[in-house]
């Protein structure tokens, strides 16, 4: 395997469960960098494999820390319906990257939207509804969701790194539902491509990601696809 050791951003939230479900049953040695440790279910955190320590999202020392030793990072941090919406943009560049330089650790692999838009996708009325939707709902969400997106183009240049962009997430994440829906098949293109559904299942995409952080170089450095479970 490329990736040995993988710090995790974002581990406690369905999908940062899933993540540690995957890298475990890979058995990649892994480390869950969070604030709430007991969020993580003891099923997971009992695994010989997995490091939890606790921090807070601007402690860059404590971050640079957890990330020795560090082959790559893989981040589900975002923006959550009906909770306050944090900087993560100025996390990234002020804190993760910085922490990753001085680790020497130059790949990242992070979660974004389709509401953050690439030159290659392609107009779709349904996400363009929902776009209007969630700034109704959740007005900061898109731009901070932009923000980060703008912040690792030009703040990150001198990583490897790639931003997956999904729509709606769905799926369960205990131990039963992570082995059945693991399986299902992930579409990587862009906005438009019509091999990507509408949705996708998380324990898929832990699959996806995991995937790609062990492909080594990859076909998606400094790029965004949309991704999807694949359609048909």
Do not use: C
Not at 66 to 90: H, K, Q, R, Y
Not at 199 to 220: D, Y
């Amino acid at each position: 395997m490329t990736t040995s050791k993988v710090l995790v951003l974002g581990a406690t939230g369905p999908s940062g469960i899933s993540l540690l479900r995957e890298l475990l049953y890979r058995e990649h040695s892994t480390v869950a960098y969070v604030r709430s440790p007991s969020k993580i279910p003891e099923d997971i955190s009992s695994n010989p494999l997995l490091t939890v320590i606790k921090g807070d999202m601007n402690d860059r020392e404590a971050l640079t820390k957890a990330l020795s030793g560090v082959d790559i990072v893989l981040s589900l941090l975002g923006p959550t319906f009906g909770a306050p919406i944090s900087p993560f943009e100025d996390y990234y560049r002020d804190v993760v990257f910085p922490a990753m330089r001085d680790n020497n650790v130059k790949r990242i692999i992070a979660s974004s939207t389709v509401s953050a838009p690439d030159p290659k996708d392609s107009f779709v009325l349904r996400i363009t509804l929902l776009k209007l939707l969630v700034r109704v709902v959740a007005p900061g969400a898109i731009p901070s969701i932009q923000a980060v997106a703008k912040a690792f183009q030009e703040e990150a240049t001198d990583f490897e790194w790639t931003l997956f962009r999904f729509q709606n997430i769905v799926g369960k994440t205990d131990e039963e539902s992570f082995k059945k829906d693991r399986e299902g098949v992930i579409h990587a293109g862009y906005v438009g491509d019509s091999k990507i559904a509408g949705w996708s299942n998380r324990n898929a995409i832990a699959r996806w990601v995991v995937g790609l952080a062990e492909s080594g170089q990859s076909e998606w450095d400094k790029k965004m696809p949309a991704v999807g479970q694949r359609s048909g």
